[in-house]
């Protein structure tokens, strides 16, 4: 059996259709998995990129706010918790400056925008964050900015940021979380 097989690849035939045929389905087999695993592993890197790039805006205002907050005289926010207005009043003159989750669509994702003033939005805003949104894991809801006030100390903000860059799978959620003092206001 060995040797009819040696001989008759000794000869130079060539394939006949059907071993052809056989072959290029092999081959086009083998191609289209190795394309899906490729296509799979560039979503998988552009969704980590998304997310790692959502997460360092998030960290990045979070920053800025804790500057803002440590430095106000007071805090304002509202009863949904998705603004807080900070209040500047220390040494005569008086400003105002407001950190608000907001969107064009009034859902998630939102953007963290700051705007000097005691009002904010998406449209007049300077956005610091993006992919921001109210729910946890579970689908809880989760406040933005919550007031903490503890007697004998300085009042303190709670702030909780989720941050999701695709709100169809919250498997890549990421919540950061501080509570900030405002240092500048008088103790409770």
Not at 25 to 35: D, M, R
Not at 47 to 74: E, H, K, P, S, W
Request: glycine share 8%; hydrophobic share 40%.
């Amino acid at each position: 059996m060995a040797s009819r097989i040696r001989a008759r690849l000794a000869r130079e035939e060539g394939f006949t259709l059907i071993e052809l045929v056989t072959t290029m389905a092999i081959l086009g087999f083998v191609l289209s998995g190795i394309i899906a695993v490729s296509v799979s592993g560039l979503h998988a890197q552009t969704d980590m990129n998304l997310r790692f790039q959502a997460q360092q805006n998030a960290r990045v205002a979070l920053t800025g706010m804790r500057n803002d907050i440590r430095t106000a005289c007071q805090e304002s926010v509202p009863a949904d918790g998705m603004s807080v207005t900070l209040t500047y009043a220390c040494g005569g003159t008086t400003s105002q400056v407001t950190w608000c989750a907001s969107s064009s669509s009034g859902s998630a994702p939102y953007g963290l925008y700051r705007q000097a003033g005691a009002v904010c939005s998406y449209s007049t805003g300077v956005q610091r964050a993006d992919q921001i949104t109210t729910t946890d894991k579970s689908g809880n809801p989760v406040t933005i900015f919550a007031p903490l006030v503890v007697s004998g100390s300085h009042p303190q903000l709670q702030v909780t940021l989720p941050v999701d860059a695709n709100l169809a799978n919250t498997q890549g959620l990421y919540t950061l979380t501080d509570t900030m003092t405002l240092r500048n206001a008088a103790v409770s």
